[in-house]
């Protein structure tokens, strides 16, 4: 285990905010209830009602004496345009990039901060999956096109998302941000709480520690009794995940698999993934493709252990991102992503065999094309290393 490692802390309250027209009106009331402190940090930001939405919040916040902070990726942030930052900083903030795109970075432009997360206060935090764009939020029209889902937590464990967030802000001054300096922390994963609720802990991933969020979701897999329910929008696992994916259905656990069906922001993506569902739909694993809406968010239900943040358990994100989830051990917890999930599962199309080998032709030759590229470039990626 490289990098420290955030232990489990008790005492806590969580609260699961299902889509953006519930979780950015409870995310701009607490920034305008601010007393000293707020701190953002986001991957996707861009122009749009949601963003002015925002930028008027923390402009008021500035105003009230309140230190306002924020540090946006480099990449994810180009549609925002400068005068946003610019407002920002008259008014008294602060802001940094994460890793700044430069024609000379070659191979390092690849480095991306794909974290969301909001402190207030060193009391409040929200973490999840979302950016500040009008896909997560219309005004308009009080509802979102990208189902997605934010954390409200409470406790001990914000001291931590804390200290996670003050690491990366001070690393963005060193050459290498994606390489923060480790802190004194944990040296491997702590062991599953076996009861308890108000437990939670930081699971994160960057360019010189990843194996922390991974770790714990292929130990979680290899441990499970009852259900496996993974809802992703980017469907590219490890082999790892895909092995322990397979044997706990194999052992009889209800795994279940909720992706992004035909409403896709990256549809090559979902086609490269795609051609993992044979083998593990003879394996006995479920999966369904949600059709509401585009699936965006990243959630996983083993037992009673829960698992919320902005990984998609990747190959993509492990190798090339920070990432940070909230690992919880709550029953009331438990309960709202269960049900979240479930209603979800419910408004999806089941994909089995019989379906998956009646496909037509042209949607065969898309997944072997777009797959057999993902697969050339790690096996490129892989010689790099």
């Known amino acids: 285990m490289k990098g420290p490692v955030f232990p489990w802390r008790s005492g806590n309250r969580f609260a699961l905010l299902c889509d953006g027209e519930n979780f950015f009106p409870r995310m701009l009331d607490c920034i305008a209830a601010a007393e000293c402190k707020v701190e953002l940090e986001l991957y996707l930001v861009e122009g749009g009602s949601c963003a002015e939405a925002l930028l008027t919040a923390l402009l008021e916040a500035c105003q009230r004496g309140v230190k306002v902070r924020c540090l946006f990726d480099g990449f ?20 940094r990039h994460y890793n700044p795109l430069r024609w000379r970075s070659g191979m390092r432009n690849l480095f991306r901060d794909h ?11 929200y973490v999840g999956g979302t ?29 931590d998302w804390q200290s996670l967030f003050e690491r990366q802000w001070q690393a963005c001054l060193e050459q290498k941000a994606w390489r923060p300096k480790d802190g004194m922390l944990l040296t491997r994963l ?7 609720s108000g437990l939670g802990r930081v699971a994160y991933a960057d360019a010189s520690q990843h194996r922390d969020i991974l770790q714990s979701l292929i130990r979680a897999l290899r441990g499970a009794r009852q259900r496996v329910w993974l809802a992703t929008p980017y469907f590219l696992p490890s082999w790892k995940v895909r092995r322990a ?17 035909r409403l896709t922001d990256h549809a ?71 049900q979240c999930l479930a209603a979800d599962f419910a408004q999806s199309q089941e994909i089995d065999l019989e379906t998956w080998r009646a496909r037509p032709w042209w949607k065969r030759l898309r997944q072997r094309l777009w797959g057999a590229l993902d697969r050339l470039v790690v096996n490129f990626l892989d010689r790099r290393r």
């Not at 764009?133 to 464990?157: I, K, L, Q």
């Not at 702590?190 to 308890?196: T, Y």
Request: charged share 25%; net charge neutral.
């Open 76 to 95: 994810g942030s180009l549609k925002l345009g400068s005068g946003w930052s610019r407002k920002l900083v008259e008014a008294g903030g602060e802001f």
């Open 115 to 125: 974290r969301k997360l909001l402190l207030v206060d060193q009391r409040l935090a």
């Open 131 to 159: 950016g500040a764009t009008d896909e997560f939020w219309s005004a308009r029209d009080n509802s979102s096109s990208w189902h997605e889902v934010m954390v409200e937590m409470s406790g001990p464990v914000v001291a």
């Open 190 to 196: 702590p062991p599953f709480p076996s009861s308890g």
């Open 245 to 261: 994916l397979r044997k706990a259905a194999q052992r009889g656990v209800e795994v279940r698999l909720l992706l992004t069906g």
């Open 268 to 338: 090559p993506v979902r086609y490269a993934g795609q051609r993992y569902y044979p083998r593990l739909l003879r394996a006995g694993i479920r999966i369904y493709e949600y059709q509401p809406r585009f699936l965006h968010l990243k959630m996983v239900l083993v037992d009673d252990w829960t698992s919320v943040g902005s990984c998609n358990f990747d190959h993509w994100n492990l190798r090339f991102n920070l990432e940070a989830n909230l690992e919880a051990h709550d029953a009331e917890f438990t309960a709202a992503v269960e």
